[in-house]
């Protein structure tokens, strides 16, 4: 009797953002590149979320986000034990340099400008699976 | 009725919202992650916009009365508008946006204050626009969103 191949398990991606209009396309954008998507509108939601299921294979987030940036969840999740290995891609409308710089040294794997395209997404999607 | 022409009809009305300014490529780019499995995925997500950008506005209208000269605050109401606006390539509505928020940083209440009127006009007529471009679309069938506008 043959074995049926299970087909692996899509990555999962936590994507972050208060607006939901973006939550809406970057969610749509992912699912296209066969991610399984989970969306939350704050960090808040996010430590939470992950404190249930840590088993996410990237987080792509909102930098500008009220209580909670972008930028102070990527900073939880690279302090956190169990979560600090998780890729954390930044997004954000504002092309700065210095926020930028800011999340790459704090350990972010991307930083996408808004609106976020296609390519962006494949170039993650590539990245993710050669780790 | 003649499918092949509402077809023709939409797209030409889509080439005019482009070439007047109301839509950038960023519409195609929605409009493009339709598929089988999300046929209608460009209205729904423009309906989402409508109506978070209706309460994102009043916000901002509330902000305007209760926190005068509040130009932070109001700088951050409309970026979260603007970024709605960039997401769906509502080209105009987003340079209004970016207006108004050059007035807040010159600390120009009344530019603020006339360049929210803009935004608000700019958000009506790009309502009307879009809910006549999607009932044309739903008329026309399933094909009726496959074009791209000579740019």
């Known amino acids: 009797m043959s074995t049926m191949a299970v087909p692996p398990e899509p990555p999962h991606v936590l994507a972050v953002d208060d607006s939901i209009v973006d939550r809406a396309v970057i969610s749509r954008l992912l699912r296209s590149s066969k991610y399984r998507v989970t969306t939350v509108d704050s960090g808040k939601r996010a430590l939470e979320f992950l404190s249930l299921d840590s088993n996410v294979h990237m987080i792509i987030t909102d930098y500008c986000m009220p209580e909670m940036s972008g930028y102070d969840l990527l900073k939880r999740v690279k302090e956190t034990a169990e979560l600090r290995e998780i890729p ?29 395209r296609p390519s962006d997404v494949s170039r993650l999607c590539s990245r993710l699976i050669a780790r | ?112 204050m006339k360049s929210f009127q803009k935004v608000k006009r700019e958000h009506g007529v790009l309502r009307q626009k879009l809910e006549a471009y999607f009932q044309l679309l739903r008329q026309a069938g399933p094909a009726g969103a496959a074009t791209r506008p000579g740019m």
């Open chain 1, 88 to 116: 954390v891609v930044i997004m954000s409308s504002e092309n700065s340099t210095a926020r930028i710089r800011m999340c790459l040294e704090e350990g972010a794997e991307d930083f996408l400008i808004k609106p976020v």
């Open chain 2, 1 to 112: 009725m003649d499918y092949s022409n509402l077809r023709r009809q939409a797209a030409s009305m889509k080439k005019s919202l482009f070439d007047q300014g109301y839509l950038d490529e960023q519409f195609c780019q929605v409009e493009d992650l339709q598929d089988e499995a999300s046929p209608n995925f460009a209205e729904e997500v423009i309906t989402l916009f409508f109506k978070d950008s209706a309460r994102l506005i009043s916000n901002i209208e509330q902000a305007l009365e209760k926190y005068p000269k509040d130009f932070n605050k109001w700088d951050a109401y409309m970026q979260q508008l603007k970024g709605s606006c960039s997401s769906i390539g509502a080209s105009r509505m987003k340079s209004e946006c970016m207006s108004f928020r050059e007035f807040c940083g010159q600390g120009n209440v009344e530019g603020c």
